[in-house]
């Protein structure tokens, strides 16, 4: 039982530490985009076009099951 609530513990703290990642990177990501529109640029259809547009190398990593989401309106990037 006590091994059970180590690994539930360290299943909580890896979550934890997605979750901080994830809103850090949505944070910079939307600083990016706001940048990038802030030029009179329009805002990129999707994630892999902002990496063909050079505003990022890579498309960061996600918890799986989880997307990077251009809001067209908004011109806000989350996690869905």
Partial sequence: ILRG?????EAAAGAAHSAKYTEEMTQTLNDLLADHLKQGKRAPKDIQEMVSLKLLTAVPALPPGK???IDQQTGKISAQ
């Fill in 5 to 9: 609530r180590q690994v539930d513990a």
């Fill in 67 to 69: 997307k990077w989401v």
